[in-house]
């Protein structure tokens, strides 16, 4: 069993960046693939970013591509999305889950922290 927290969320502006946080409890999870979904009310959670076990491969969003990055720290037991440039449209309840196999399906995962808000106002 893996316990997964996150952290780092909250109100910006439009423009700011955040940095969230996954942190796995009471067990390493450096064999795991690691994904961020988020999801907005009313809406279906989505894919945001994942990395493999090793840190090797990442995937991104089309949305997310090039204002956000995923990266782990195996010996911190830690894995992180930094945000940058943020925009309304990224406010979401932001979930960290993980998996044997990398996947942007969420059906994949059976590891998932309780989730983290992000707000971003224009």
């Known amino acids: 069993q893996v316990q997964l927290v996150e952290s780092g969320g909250g109100l910006v502006q439009a423009g700011d960046s955040l940095r969230l946080s996954c942190a796995a409890i009471?067990?390493?999870?450096?064999?795991?693939?690691v994904v961020w979904f988020r999801q907005a009310p009313g809406k279906e959670r989505e894919f945001v970013a994942a990395?493999?076990?090793?840190?090797?491969?990442?995937k991104y969003a089309d949305s997310v591509k090039g204002r956000f990055t995923i990266s782990r720290d195996n010996a911190k037991n830690t894995v992180n999305l930094q945000m940058n440039s943020l925009k309304p449209e990224d406010t979401a309840v932001y979930y960290c889950?993980?998996?044997?196999?990398?996947?942007?399906?969420?059906?994949?995962?059976?590891?998932w922290g309780q989730g983290t808000q992000v707000t971003v106002s224009s």
């Open positions: 889950a993980a998996g044997n196999l990398l996947s942007m399906r969420p059906g994949q995962y059976a590891y």
């Open positions: 009471g067990r390493t999870f450096s064999s795991y693939a």
């Open positions: 990395v493999s076990a090793s840190g090797a491969v990442t």
